[in-house]
């Protein structure tokens, strides 16, 4: 988990000790809280807003082989939705451990149904999963 | 995590990860809608960073943690409430 913003890491450590370390239990954050002074990575990422000078809120999924997976752009006043973030690296995780034989269906989380693409499956879905599976 | 920043006056900056041949190519303009925009599938550009971290300033290489999943999440701003 790696944080980023155009603020100095002078003033992510004054947010931390003024703020964050009262919401969290560990008393510090246990991530890195990265700095893009100017946004010149946020530039690259396509999440630099340059009329507000501040790099907007994105989130990547990056896997082991440095490859992006999944991104997400939310306007500032909207926060993130963190499960949903696990959720995906807990799908991805599975699907890459099973080779591009798996997939994981529209709501899945761990224990619900892993679907096998494959011959025999195409048409068949609805005898494996079923639309409500996709709620919670 | 690479090495620890010097902490002087200046303010240090994060630098975006060069291949060798773009280092030494000329700049090749860029024409307007064409920019390079991420793509899935696509490697996630390298990069430093200067950071902050268990009470210290450090620098963060974002190829430092191939091997690993990495969730990389951008923010507006430090004390902006959300």
Known sequence: MLSMSVDSMF??????????????????????????????????????????????RGRFLIDP?????????????????????????????LVREGKGTKATPSGWRPGKTVLEPGPDLVGNVWKVWTVDQAFD | MAEKPAVGCKRPSAKVAKSPEETQQPETPVTQGEQH??????????????????????????????????VLCFYPGDFTFV
């Open chain 1, 11 to 56: 003033v992510h450590k004054m947010w931390v000790d003024k703020e964050l370390s009262k919401m969290v239990t560990a008393k510090t954050v246990p991530f890195p809280m990265l700095s893009d002074g100017g946004g010149s990575i946020g530039k690259i990422y396509g999440v630099y807003d340059k009329d507000e000078g501040v790099d907007i």
């Open chain 2, 37 to 70: 925009m991420i793509q899935i599938g696509q490697k996630a550009p390298d990069f430093t960073a200067p950071a902050y971290f268990n009470n210290e300033f450090t620098e963060v290489k974002l190829s430092d943690h191939l091997g690993k999943w990495v």
């Open chain 1, 65 to 93: 082989d440095g490859i992006i997976q999944a991104y997400e752009m939310v306007a500032p006043p909207v926060g993130r939705n963190i499960p949903e973030t696990l959720r995906q690296i807990q799908a991805f995780q």
